[in-house]
């Protein structure tokens, strides 16, 4: 069975890191592009940031550029977020996700993209 596990979430200041991990089971993802995405209370699940899957690809939504980072560790089958000078705005809970087949430096930045999803974990940012 095909699991991917949100871990790393939490409280935090504004201004201060968090770094996710997404650890996939069940098979390896190291030949698939990843993403991350997030979810406030009220509002629609959003893109964050793309990898594609050798990591040599990304793409970040623009209000995360220069503050978050995203990474994937292949030998581990495991995708990271780098979270720095969070806001309270960055509150939600995030997600990892995971599409199906080889798409080589292509990254995805729609929900729809993906066929592969994590329990998600929350990330909570005070002011």
């Known amino acids: 069975q095909v699991q991917l596990v949100e871990s790393g979430g939490g409280l935090v200041q504004a201004g201060g890191s968090l770094r996710l991990s997404c650890a996939a089971s069940?098979?390896?993802?190291?030949?698939?592009?990843m993403g991350w995405f997030r979810q406030a209370p009220g509002k629609e699940r959003e893109f964050v940031a793309a990898?594609?899957?050798?990591?040599?690809?990304?793409y970040y939504t623009e209000s995360v550029k220069g503050r978050f980072t995203v990474s994937r560790d292949n030998a581990k089958n495991t995708v990271y977020l780098q979270m720095n000078s969070l806001k309270p705005e960055d509150t939600a809970v995030y997600y990892c996700?995971?599409?199906?087949?080889?798409?080589?430096?292509?990254?995805?930045?729609?929900?729809?993209?993906?066929?592969?999803w994590g329990q998600g974990t929350q990330v909570t940012v005070s002011s």
């Open positions: 069940g098979r390896t993802f190291s030949r698939n592009p």
């Open positions: 990898i594609s899957a050798s990591g040599g690809s990304t």
């Open positions: 996700a995971a599409k199906e087949g080889f798409w080589g430096s292509r990254y995805f930045t729609g929900t729809g993209h993906y066929d592969y």
